[in-house]
């Protein structure tokens, strides 16, 4: 080189290199990475896609067990018995009932009001809707007043009630002629709007 | 074996033991390859076995899965190559942790033999300060018996790509080494 300097040539770097990787794992090498595998336990040879799907059907069925629980299964409280519920909340946690399936089949679900049953028209009560009313005083009630509406729902299903027979009063016996009525007379409120025909 | 492995009938028995066998083959082949690899970047040998058997555990445990075991070879080169660039990265982010002298410290003069001495840290410091590519096709073609078209299979590139880099690589080490070589300099 001009300026003195020596120039290493490929014969010389390779046979650096190759002397600095002149190298070899220890004799224990290969029958340490053998005891290694023998001794992990065998995975158990899913394909991949197969776990991920089991995941995403876990997650599923945990979401919908939440979402769809005795909570929205039941009607909200109204505005008098929500002042009621928010006063003690341990109660009524302690009285929710778990999303069983057989609670699931005898509660029948919540439908919005263009396809829930109207009044009159629907099928007649039968035990289900008695198990919904105990599940809802379980949850809208505290456990005494639950115990009294249970009582009662099984004796009035028992026909084990009596009912007094009425005494019959002396004011009660009054015939109706006896009671003289007052002639109710009415006015238009306005006597303006009479002969107008107005709708008042 | 297993327990379960036991309970397979001896048809399959037989296709887990060639299946073991087929692997403790590979792992006999390739356990120095895989562990020339890691010493290339790491220079340590204990750090380098600890890499190479990660290699061999990981390969171990999607062995059944490939679909071209003829590549399996190749596969565990760079996976080693790989692991080898986590190591190291480590070691000198605890380097870093533990001593903040020693940034300034190459982490391969750690009492090695193999570079004791100040020609073999100046090569290795050539080496290390190539690309990554061309540092790995350097490594290989550092270790005995590899010549250019094993190295495009083992890095799965075309014969011409290898030399090219080999020749880039060289070009670079020359450059380094002639710098660190100079009595002037």
């Given amino acids: ?200 | 074996m297993h327990e379960y492995v036991d309970r397979l009938p001896d048809s399959l028995t037989r296709v887990a033991d060639d299946l073991d066998s087929e692997f403790d083959r590979l792992l006999v082949e390739s356990s120095r390859l895989s562990f020339r690899v890691a010493y290339g970047v790491l220079r340590q040998r204990q750090d380098a076995e600890d890499v190479a058997q990660e290699a061999f555990i990981r390969a171990h445990r999607h062995f059944r899965r490939l679909r071209n075991r003829n590549a399996c070879r190749a596969w565990i080169v760079r996976l080693s190559w790989r692991l080898a660039l986590d190591r190291q990265r480590a070691n000198r982010r605890r380097a870093h942790r533990d001593d903040r002298h020693a940034r300034s410290l190459p982490a391969t003069t750690t009492g090695d033999p193999a570079i004791a001495n100040e020609r073999a840290a100046h090569v290795w410091q050539a080496i290390d300060a190539l690309p990554e590519k061309l540092r790995l096709t350097m490594v290989l073609s550092g270790i005995e018996g590899h010549d250019t078209r094993e190295i495009a299979s083992l890095l799965g590139v075309p014969e011409g790509t290898v030399k090219s880099r080999l020749y880039h690589a060289r070009e670079r080490m020359k450059e380094s080494l002639q710098w660190l070589m100079d009595p002037k300099g």
């Avoid at chain 1, 040879?45 to 919908?64: D, E, H, M, Y």
């Avoid at chain 1, 009621?84 to 399936?101: E, F, H, M, Y």
């Avoid at chain 1, 029948?108 to 809707?129: F, K, L, T, W």
């Avoid at chain 1, 019959?168 to 006597?191: C, G, H, K, R, Y």
């Fill in chain 1, 1 to 200: 080189m001009a300026d003195g300097s020596k120039r290493v040539t490929d014969v010389e770097l390779d046979d650096e290199l190759r002397s600095l990787l002149d190298v070899a794992p220890s004799a224990e090498f290969v029958p340490r990475v053998r005891m290694c595998i023998a001794g992990r336990q065998p995975g158990l040879f899913l394909p991949t896609w197969l776990k991920t799907s089991a995941v995403v059907a876990g997650v599923a069925a945990l979401a919908l067990a939440i979402g769809f629980g005795p909570y929205d299964l039941l009607p909200g409280p109204t505005s008098s018995e929500s002042t009621s519920v928010q006063g003690d909340r341990s109660v009524i946690g302690r009285n929710i009932p778990l999303a069983t399936p057989a609670r699931a089949r005898a509660v029948p679900p919540v439908m919005p009001p263009s396809q829930a049953p109207r009044p009159g028209r629907g099928r007649p009560p039968v035990a289900s809707d008695v198990a919904r009313l105990e599940l809802l005083s379980s949850v809208m009630f505290s456990p005494d007043v639950a115990d009294a509406y249970r009582r009662l729902f099984a004796s009035v299903s028992e026909a084990a009630y009596e009912v007094p027979e009425p005494s019959i009063t002396a004011a009660d016996d009054m015939a109706m002629t006896d009671i003289e009525i007052a002639p109710v007379e009415i006015e238009p409120l306005d006597p303006s709007t009479v002969h107008r025909g107005v709708l008042q």
